[in-house]
């Protein structure tokens, strides 16, 4: 275990895609309250916004720059390219990146930090706990099929969420405790009606995209992309009702909620938020003034936990 700097929690933040800007309204209360930060270990989307707050990025800042992205910026994170191995490369998640992050090294910032991956050769967890802040980042948001996988010390990575979904172990095992653990990602059984609320709202941006962004894109992608669009009405067993997206979403799901109960049984956390993001989709970032109000709200419905756990360890 790792000799952190000061007294304070350790964050667990969990990945989720969009969702995952509950992250930020949680770290507001622990800012509002002032319950230190010892140290953070995030997967995907918990590894960027944990490595935001642990470079010192005023919490702040880090509200503004979500709240700036509409759907048409978003998008433009993920333009795609079609290399062999993924929709797309990171062109435009490392421009969006690079001013916060590209020239710190994990080891030097002022919070100790850790980024989850995991070694698509082996399936084995990587802990990122050293070299460059932007390529921790990079290589634990390595959605599968989304963003292509991440070369680093001679392995492949992919996302951390393949194997710890909400890192609270590893923070533990890392840092000790108290540990809080934030869970972004929705049960499996997420209600029919917002499903099929999320399929015509994919619907609606998906011609914003062909239109707007992408009007150049070739005839055969975008029809593929028209196959790819969600098709979110339940019952699963329907075949007609399955697309590309509800299959290989469900399927995450149900992978993440195996992994995640066999490691808390194990090894869990002092406390674990989960914050109401069912009806954020995950690559709705334009909704991050909701997400970020669904983190608030569960810290506050948790705040005299959290203060004794705070308490407890000082």
Request: charged share 25%; hydrophobic share 45%; proline share 6%.
């Amino acid at each position: 275990m790792d000799k952190v700097r000061d007294q304070g929690l350790v964050l667990a933040l969990g990945g989720g895609g969009a969702r995952g800007l509950a992250h930020i309204g949680v770290i507001e209360v622990l800012v509002r309250e002032k319950i230190p930060v010892r140290a953070i270990v995030g997967t995907s989307i918990g590894a960027e916004i944990g490595a935001f707050f642990a470079a010192g990025t005023p919490i702040k800042e880090i509200r503004e720059l979500a709240c700036r992205m509409d759907w048409i910026s978003t998008m433009r994170l993920f333009t795609p390219d079609f290399s062999e191995l993924g929709v797309s490369t990171d062109k435009g998640i490392r421009e969006y990146l690079t001013p916060y992050m590209a020239d710190k090294k994990i080891e030097n910032l002022p919070t100790p930090f850790a980024a989850i991956a995991t070694d698509l050769s082996t399936g084995a967890q990587v802990v990122i706990r050293k070299g460059n802040l932007l390529d921790a980042v990079r290589a634990s948001i390595s959605y599968p099929g989304l963003l292509t996988p991440f070369q680093k010390d001679g392995r492949t990575l992919i996302d951390g969420g393949m194997v710890n979904p909400v890192p609270f172990d590893s923070a533990r095992t890392l840092f000790g405790g108290p540990v809080l653990a934030v869970q972004v990602h929705p049960k499996v059984e997420m209600h029919a009606a917002h499903r099929e609320k999320e399929a015509l709202e994919w619907d609606k941006r998906l011609k914003e995209l062909l239109v707007d962004v992408w009007p150049n894109m070739p005839q055969h992608l975008s029809e593929w992309f028209q196959g790819f669009k969600r098709k979110h009405h339940f019952p699963l067993h329907k075949e007609s009702n399955l697309g590309v997206s509800s299959v290989m979403n469900q399927s995450q799901l149900i992978v993440q909620d195996t992994i995640m109960r066999l490691r808390l049984r194990i090894l869990p956390p002092d406390l674990l938020l989960k914050p109401d993001i069912s009806e954020i989709g995950s690559l709705e970032f334009y909704r991050a003034e909701d997400a970020i109000i669904a983190g608030k709200v569960a810290a506050e419905a948790q705040l005299e936990t959290i203060l004794q756990l705070h308490s407890t360890f000082i």
